[in-house]
């Protein structure tokens, strides 16, 4: 069972696993139908959006920016959102603060939308925000005109965004793999005179493409012959008001995904959940380790712009220990949290290697994944930021700090299914940045 302790939260091991976790909506799509819902003028319906708190900032920034956001219903930690918005060249300039909370995806696509408006805004969040680097998404948008100030030359919170209406369009490329930085770029955009182009090593998530399409954008995509991926929008763009359904969060659904495939006695079903090529990562990677996933595919909204959808259900597993390289960290940089647990139980060495981008998430996550798993008795060793886990050894409860990131609590709440003895989970009301549900819904598949 799952209790309460002065110190956190203790997990204590699960005899077996069987159930259907309540997922949540989509993050990142929820964060982007609703700033695409404040650049629409008109109506905008979003049906099962996360309902974490780093979403609700997203909503309270474009409330304070003119539109009108009424949560319709509520449910399973999802919302309906009704948006009405006077759109892009309309919007109000804010008479406060933008507190975008935990948010770094608020903030930059904040930053990003921001910079093709004539106003000026101020964009904060809490101590967490405020040590993440700002620097790759402040240095595009000023080389596009946009004026933003800040501390340490504008590379950290608060900072203050002075847009304009026509940008200069830009040829961007992105040094470390984002799909913020991308998204920010592309949002500015919308306000430039002519073609911007944003190049990747690595394709990142396209969610912004996908429903900037969707609102009669064009946006196109090409592969060069040195593997790089090129994102061209040519700007100015008005995304027209379209209605949004949320599909279930990929990244939310990688912890039932592990804590099946680990646990000796499971089988968890996980409905409608984005399988979106730059999101099935951890799908992929789990099926490499040895993990059984089964998968259905099902038909979702949206036309050839919408999310691939499917149904998993994930069973006991034997996993093996794997070599996970640059690219597929960055394709599944929010997983590699729980990815490493799942290489604590595996046979054999899991190598995760390149994932410096980990130490600029909520907290420095390398660190953190090493100081837990390490208290739970796993051989972790790290060496610059690569990560090394041998496998195979049995998991001891043990006291966990969680760095208060989301991501640490539930990895270690997971770890705590098969470890033996009691896991305490330190300030475990983290998960609700993402995943409010989440404890609830560790009961309810234990039960």
């Not at 790759?136 to 950290?156: D, F, H, K």
């Not at 799909?179 to 969610?207: F, M, P």
């Not at 399409?213 to 196109?220: E, T, W």
């Not at 959940?273 to 799908?283: C, F, L, Y």
Request: aromatic share 2%; with cysteine; hydrophobic share 45%.
């Amino acid at each position: 069972m799952t209790a309460a302790s002065p110190a956190g939260i203790v997990v204590r091991p699960a005899g077996r696993l069987r159930g259907t976790p309540s997922l949540p909506g989509d993050k990142s799509i929820s964060h982007r139908a609703l700033l695409l819902a404040l650049l629409a003028e008109g109506e905008s319906r979003i049906s099962a959006a996360g309902d974490g708190a780093d979403v609700r900032s997203t909503a309270g920034a474009i409330e304070a920016l003119g539109a009108r956001v009424e949560r319709l219903r509520e449910a399973d930690g999802r919302v309906d959102y009704r948006v009405t918005s006077p759109g892009g060249d309309a919007l109000t300039e804010p008479e406060a603060v933008l507190d975008c909370g935990n948010s770094g995806t608020t903030t930059r696509l904040l930053a990003g939308l921001l910079a093709g408006r004539e106003l000026f805004a101020v964009l904060d969040g809490d101590a967490s925000l405020r040590r993440r680097p700002m620097a790759r998404v402040v240095e595009p948008l000023r080389a596009m005109g946009a004026q933003i100030a800040g501390r340490r030359a504008g590379t950290l919170l608060p900072l203050a965004v002075t847009g304009r209406t026509r940008l200069r369009p830009i040829d961007h490329a992105t040094p470390v793999p984002s799909a913020q930085v991308k998204s920010a770029i592309l949002l500015a955009a919308l306000a430039g005179d002519g073609e911007t182009r944003v190049t990747e090593a690595v394709a990142t998530r396209d969610h912004t493409e996908r429903m900037l399409r969707a609102r009669s954008v064009a946006v196109d995509e090409a592969t060069r012959e040195d593997g790089w991926h090129v994102v061209t929008l040519a700007g100015p763009a008005r995304p027209i008001a379209v209605d949004e359904t949320v599909p279930s969060d990929p990244s939310a659904a990688a912890f039932w995904l592990v804590a099946g495939a680990i646990h000796p006695d499971a089988e968890i079903r996980l409905p409608a959940v984005s399988t979106n090529p730059t999101r099935r990562a951890i799908i992929d990677i789990l099926r490499r380790m040895g993990a059984s996933i089964e998968e259905s595919a099902i038909a979702g909204p949206g036309g050839p712009d919408g999310e691939p959808l499917a149904d998993l259900v994930v069973r006991s597993s034997e996993l093996r220990g794997i070599d996970i390289g640059p690219a597929e960290v960055a394709a599944a940089i929010d997983e590699i949290p729980v990815l490493t647990l799942a290489g604590a139980v595996a046979s054999g060495i899991t190598r995760i290697r390149g994932a410096s981008e980990l130490r600029h998430k909520e907290s420095d996550r390398i660190a953190g994944i090493a100081a837990g798993l390490t208290a739970l008795g796993v051989d972790v060793r790290i060496a610059g930021d690569d990560i090394e886990i041998r496998g195979g050894r049995r998991l001891t409860g043990a006291g966990t700090e969680t760095l208060d990131d989301h991501r640490l609590a539930m990895t270690f709440a997971i770890a705590g299914l098969i470890a033996e003895g009691e896991t305490v989970i330190d300030r475990p009301g983290s998960a609700a940045i993402s995943y409010p549900g989440f404890f609830r819904d560790l009961e309810g598949v234990r039960a």
